[in-house]
């Protein structure tokens, strides 16, 4: 899931001091904000990331929270082989859709992944894409706050040696415990103009993501004698099934708005090194999210929960420092996740207003508490009342199909069309595969946001 790091104004060097388990600094901002800049070329010839530090930022890019939810996924699809074809078939677009956003950089010499979009497709299509890093951005933190509301839940039953502990006392009660951690801490966090205090805690981030994802599959070869797994699917029921666990995968694997800045901070911007890295990248990404995945699913079967540490009984002790750590992460990344969306929401403000960066310090001052208040409890009052993190997961995993498939396929196609060579068979086999990229993440998006519109809202007005 989606977060950053690093300071705004951070030189490029400082990248490999920096990762964190979802989306990067200054990756998503809106570069209408000049304080906020891609690494320019005199930057990449003083020096830059190597390829050892690239693949590692890549990585935690896209290793994140979204993880607790891949064992759930595997339950959706249909079982283990399902859910491990399905990651196969779809890391050869995610990789390929990272080959050609740094192939249309290239092109269009921009070094963020909206200005690319916008350099190559157009200004609509650069509009529409800041809008959604914003709606994703958003709906990635309302994931975090109801992350925070069932860690907590676990926590204080623990605490407490209650199994019900929503019901004991009102200030276990799930609504103000994510009130009063959002309120004085996360709130405090979010309000600065600059995020570079948050590097250090990112570290403990990194460290949290992997120890989850170890405690998952020790637990699954050293399982609980109190744990009775459910039934445990092989195959799905439906071929449709498999497209449910569709939105889990690309929110996970969606590191590709991050990976335009990597990029261009490369010791060595080429294209052949950077599919190197991709490729070595999304590999450890498959092994991490894979081994969560199958050992969270074998180990309770169709009683899994949507987030796999819930199924996990509150007295364990190695699940609850994994809970510990994922409340950190989280409570560290919102901050950078809402400093993206707000960088874009003031981009697009300014570039509305036709006006520069406001040199005017206290208006400047003024819009940023209005937007961080208003994102804040929006968010907030959101994940109050939803119940569970797959109705999130569910909708924004579509609009990440839009980051992977969509805009890349667009770029491509149009990189392509623009060019007065001679149109060889080679050029258009890279247009039809625009085609086929734009295709199946229009259908992607189309197909899971309907769906999750349909379960959780019309079937939930039914029920009621």
Known sequence: MSRADMAVNSDVGDWGYSEDAGERAWLLQSPSVDSIQAPSQSQQSRGGTSTLAAVFIVVNAALGAGLLNFPAAFNMAGGVTAGVVLQMCMLVFIITGLVILAYCSQVSNEGTYQEVVRAVCGKVLGVICEIAIAVYTFGTCIAFLIIIGDQLDKLIGAMTH??????????????????????????????????????????????????????????????????????????????????????????????????????????????????????????????VYTGTGVSGFLSFGSNVSQDVLMSYPSDDVAVAIARAFIIICVVTSYPILHFCGRAVIEGLWLRFKGEEVDTDVAGERRRRLIQTLVWFCFTLLLALFIPDIGRVISLIGGLAACFIFVFPGLCLIQAKLSEHDVRSASWMALVVYGVVMVTIGAFIFGQTTTNAIYKDIINQDESS
């Open 162 to 287: 209650d199994s019900d502990p929503v019901s004991a006392h009102w200030f276990t009660d799930r609504r103000f415990t994510i009130t009063i951690t959002s309120v004085l801490v996360i709130l405090p966090l979010s309000i600065p103009k600059e995020i570079g205090f948050q590097k250090y805690a990112s570290t403990i981030s990194v460290i949290g993501t992997w120890y989850v994802t170890i405690v998952v599959i020790i637990k699954y070869f050293l399982p609980d004698k109190n744990i009775t797994p459910g039934d445990i699917p092989t195959s799905p029921t439906s071929w449709t099934d498999v497209f449910n666990a569709m939105p889990t995968i690309c929110f996970g694997f969606q590191c590709h708005v991050s990976s335009v800045p990597v990029f261009n901070s490369m010791k060595k911007a080429e294209i052949r090194p950077w599919g190197g890295v991709v490729t070595v990248s999304m590999i450890i990404c498959l092994f």
